[in-house]
């Protein structure tokens, strides 16, 4: 408000003294000009009948000469003194009126605006720095949970852009250098409700910068962060930076576990994916052949190192060869939007084709030759703008690669259901037999459509029915919570996935496991059985009934009912 005061005093100084002046001017004028009263008796003008009569002559027509009739000096004085006034109130309007559309003050106001709002928060939320490609799908994730979000961005237009989006929850945002401290405090980094800072802008350097600053003013704040370079990755890590996301690392290792373990691969998919969404189609990349890698860049070290990991026969096409720290041997000079270039990597005998240049135009047209010359190609792609979504759909490619979808998603799985990175991490270590049963049953439950996935926590909040004191009594299992409440006898289309206890971690738990104050679970299956399970967690009544199968009725207006039946 300081700010916004001293801005506009600032701005209107010289507008409100030349105000002032004329304003006393004129009344030390009336004041001094001699008057006569209603006999025509010599007299004078007060100070306050000055005052009076200036202040509504300056901004009426048709005024009353007070307190008495003037004299013609007084008259001539106040002709003099109207164009004088009128003058200055169109100067000092004007300088209103610029100053209102003054984008300093705008800014101020939007500021204070937004620093009242975030303050005034009484809801946990999460601090976005960037709100490009990455960032916008991120807010979309976590409000789609109705989980509170604030934007920080320093391009205007995208400010505008997310304040025009559908979003479930109301996104505050600030235009302002997510990199300065100030703005970062602004946005609420200080407030108790803050629960991390995720840095997404597309600089590298910015990302490191706002992990430093947020470790720096609140060591404790989780802070996430994306890093498109190992160095800058190691020097996020050196100072306690929690989740580092490289998207070309990330993919590349996706596609190696799914060459390895396909079905894993396609349950964590579909627990990964947004519930109700239709489900989809498993990838199976081929394990043994040539694969074609054209662009040798970020995306395409980080696939080359993979699949040379997991004993591929490798091919690089690149346009700038000197650059990718191959041998010279080992790379075909071209951008592979050529049948030359891509029949001296011998693309007829390559099992799989990776287009991972830095423009879709190039990456399109290296899928749409590679297939003419060899149709059996597994294709991957890179989607360096979400815009082209439709295309790269349409071309022929098993598996897209953008960037910002990828970080995305893992931020928001990371911040939505932290269990599911655990179960995830777990269920590598078991075998394809044991995800393929695990997805069977996920697709008897879901019909055909992604697996709503939650957590619960066994205490207060998460569970107020077990902690009530009436229900302590009561025995509680796995299988109760997978009861319906309207009808005990079915059961809830959900699957128990982790169970964390103590520190300890149980992958599909028993059915008769006991809950226990402090449990934390991950469930998956249909978004009702998540409202019905809520339900039984929240009411002791309907906790009563699935446990005992008893409904009593109760409540003043029950009791009476039951004492007059009682009567009868």
């Not at 592979?336 to 991972?356: K, N, Y």
Request: hydrophobic share 45%; aromatic share 8%; charged share 20%.
């Amino acid at each position: 408000m300081d700010t916004i005061f001293f801005l506009v005093l600032r701005r209107m100084r010289a507008p409100l003294l030349i105000l002032i002046v004329v304003y006393a001017v004129a009344m030390a004028g009336m004041a001094l000009i001699p008057a006569q009263d209603a006999d025509g008796r010599p007299t004078s003008m007060s100070l306050f009948h000055a005052f009076y009569f200036v202040s509504y002559m300056s901004t009426t027509i048709g005024f009353g000469e007070l307190p008495n009739a003037f004299t013609d000096a007084q008259r001539l004085w106040v002709s003099l003194t109207v164009f004088s006034t009128v003058a200055v109130w169109i100067y000092a309007i004007g300088n209103l009126i610029a100053l209102l559309q003054d984008t300093t003050l705008q800014r101020a106001i939007a500021e204070r605006r937004f620093r009242m709002r975030v303050r005034a928060g009484s809801r946990p939320f999460y601090l976005v720095c960037g709100y490009g490609q990455t960032g916008s799908a991120l807010v979309r994730g976590l409000t789609d949970r109705h989980l509170q979000a604030v934007v920080i961005d320093v391009d205007p237009d995208r400010i505008n852009l997310l304040r025009l989006d559908n979003q479930r929850e109301f996104v505050p945002a600030l235009c302002a250098d997510a990199r300065s401290p100030a703005a970062l405090e602004s946005a609420g980094l200080s407030h108790p409700l803050c629960r991390g800072v995720v840095a997404l802008t597309n600089v590298n350097e910015a990302n490191l910068k706002i992990a430093i600053a947020a470790k720096l003013l609140q060591p404790k704040v989780k802070v996430i962060c994306r890093a498109d370079s190992h160095e800058v990755e190691a020097n996020m890590a050196s100072f306690g930076t929690d989740h580092i996301y490289d998207p070309f690392d990330t993919f590349a290792l996706y596609i190696a576990t799914a060459i390895q373990a396909p079905c894993q691969t396609l349950l964590v998919d579909w627990l990964s994916g947004f519930g109700g969404e239709a489900l989809t189609e498993p990838r199976y990349p081929p394990t043994k052949g040539l694969w074609v890698i054209c662009g040798y860049g970020r995306f395409g070290k980080a696939m080359y190192q993979h699949l040379k990991g997991q004993g591929f026969e490798l091919s690089v096409i690149e346009a700038s060869p000197h650059k990718t720290g191959i041998p010279p041997e080992g790379v075909i000079h071209g951008r592979g939007t050529e049948a030359v270039t891509l029949e001296q990597a011998e693309i007829r005998r390559a099992v799989g084709l990776v287009a991972g240049t830095d423009h879709d135009a190039d990456n399109l047209s290296i899928i749409m030759t590679a297939l003419d010359l060899n149709p059996d190609l597994f294709v991957i792609a890179r989607e360096n703008h979400i815009q082209n979504q439709e295309l790269f759909d349409r071309v022929g490619a098993h598996a897209i690669m953008n960037p910002s979808t990828i970080i995305a998603n893992r931020i928001r799985i990371r911040l939505v259901t932290p269990l599911l990175a655990e179960f995830s991490t777990l269920a590598r270590f078991q075998d394809e037999e044991w995800a393929s049963q695990l997805v069977s049953r996920i697709i008897a439950l879901i019909d055909e459509r992604m697996p709503y996935v939650w957590e619960v926590m066994v205490d207060e909040e998460g569970a107020f029915a077990l902690h009530d004191d009436e229900m302590r009594h009561l025995v509680a299992t796995l299988d109760t919570l997978l009861r319906d409440p309207r009808n005990r006898e079915r059961r809830l289309c959900a699957i128990p996935l982790l169970l964390i206890r103590d520190g300890e971690r149980f992958l599909l738990p028993e059915l008769d496991e006991r809950l226990e104050p402090g449990d934390h679970l991950l469930f998956c299956g249909r978004e009702e059985a998540h409202r019905r399970m809520d339900w039984v967690l929240q009411n002791i009544h309907a906790l009563r009934y699935v446990v005992t199968g008893e409904s009593p009725r109760e409540g003043p207006i029950w009791r009476w009912i039951a004492a007059w039946q009682r009567l009868r």
